[in-house]
């Protein structure tokens, strides 16, 4: 399970997201509003914090498309839901 919650309104929606199932296609699925425009990990619009859990991030196609997030912002624990996939229960903040 994925919760997503809004940084602006702090309102949270939790919803089941596969292991092989991009968060942000599960945003959508449940009419999360999660900005988004590439869908590809390039453009970072999406970018989003991980509160807890883990995600498998396609860090490569990430890094190698234009150091979309810097390695601070990897550190602190952002991730582009895009491009990412939950690896356990996961809460993420979005803006
Ligand atoms: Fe462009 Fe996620 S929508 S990086």
Redo the contacts with the bound molecule.
């Keep these: 399970k994925v919760t997503f919650v809004s940084e602006k309104t702090g309102s949270a929606k939790t919803c089941e997201v596969g292991p092989n199932d991009y968060m ?1 296609d599960a945003a959508d699925e449940h009419r999360i509003d999660l900005n ?11 970018v989003s914090k991980l509160k807890s859990g883990q995600v498998d991030q396609d860090w490569l196609t990430v890094l190698d498309d234009g150091n ?1 997030l810097s390695q601070e912002q990897i550190a602190a624990g952002y991730i ?4 990412a996939k939950p690896l356990s229960d996961c809460v993420v903040e979005i803006n």
């Excluded at 988004?36 to 999406?46: D, E, F, L, W």
């Design positions: 942000l988004a425009s590439c869908r590809g990990g390039v453009c970072g619009t999406c979309v582009l839901p895009c491009s």
